[in-house]
């Protein structure tokens, strides 16, 4: 019997559907091909809201401590 040797991101498969598997012979060497649904995932960081005073002493100020002066002309 010959080595089994894999590429790819195998730990991916805990959570995927499996689709279809092709075996394809190139050369003498095998290939398996593994095709497969994995869920969904949000993409997105969910955002902190932050507060904003607009004041007197300082112009703007943030609720994370930002502090901004501004001037109009």
């Known amino acids: ?3 089994l040797r894999y ?3 195998i730990r ?3 959570n995927a559907e499996l689709s279809s598997a092709n075996l394809v012979e190139r050369n003498g060497d095998y290939y398996l091909y593994v095709t ?3 869920p969904k995932e ?3 960081e969910k955002e ?5 005073d607009l004041g007197v002493k300082n112009q703007i100020t943030f609720s994370n401590g930002v502090k901004i002066q501004y001037s109009c002309l």
Request: net charge neutral; aromatic share 10%; charged share 20%.
């Open 1 to 3: 019997m010959g080595t």
């Open 7 to 9: 590429l790819g991101l």
């Open 12 to 14: 991916y498969l805990e």
């Open 36 to 38: 497969c649904f994995l």
């Open 42 to 44: 949000d993409k997105h």
């Open 48 to 52: 902190k809201a932050i507060g904003i």
